[in-house]
């Protein structure tokens, strides 16, 4: 059984998407990776839900890996008062 064109297309596009990301913005690669593949994995396991309502699933789910680990020990730096608030990975 061969597999659709449109689908290798799709997935081939968005690491693409995802290595460019990593690329131009200087974020370490496994992050985006991790993120885009966390976001996906999310996305494709949701039942009954619309195509808009995934698709912003994926971009929350996503930003929320790639920014996320740098926010919390940020705040918990920031109020236990262990050194300096700009300290540190974003």
Sequence with gaps: MSESVSGSAAASCALTGASLYGLLTGTDYSVVFGAFAGAAFY???AADLTLPRRTAYFVVSDFAGVYGPGWGPRKR??????GEADAGPV
């Excluded at 730096?77 to 262990?82: F, S, V």
């Design 77 to 82: 730096r920031i109020e236990t008062g262990e």
């Design 43 to 45: 996305v494709a396991t």
